[in-house]
């Protein structure tokens, strides 16, 4: 676990969660997210909530996050953040923090209210890729 990071400046990727913000499709709930992340290669990728009709089939920003990654190159992530309609640090769903670790493990750093946090910290003893080799 680190979080030896502290040089880090997370405005650029919270302006890009904003910008990814401004495009969510959140007619049913009327709560936009923006997410973004810093790959390991330097490449940034983002998402939004994009909502269904059949609410339960609502893709929450992350989805579209770790699709764009894998799309684009895959890697792995390791600096997220993501916002609120006003731009506030939101904390990812516990579903999201799941998907976000596939692609960023115990070490992704998180951009949360409560200060940056490890993805460890905030999914403690998660199950992962390991547990299926074991
Ligand atoms: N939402 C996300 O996109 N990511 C999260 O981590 C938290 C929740 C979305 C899902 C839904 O479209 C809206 O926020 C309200 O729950």
Redesign the pocket.
Known sequence: MTRDDAAFDWEPLRARAREAMSH?Y?P??G???G?AALVDDGRTVT?????NASYGL??????GLVSELQRTGGGRLTHFT?VDRTGAL????G??RQLLYEFGGPDLLLDTPAGVLTLAEMLPQAFGPDHLTQ
Not at 47 to 51: L, S
Not at 58 to 63: N, T
Not at 90 to 93: A, G, K, S, T
């Open positions: 969510a959140a049913y709930s709560y936009p997210v997410v998402g939004c909530n994009v909502e609502g893709l929450c920003a992350e989805c993501c939101l904390v990812p769903c579903r999201c």
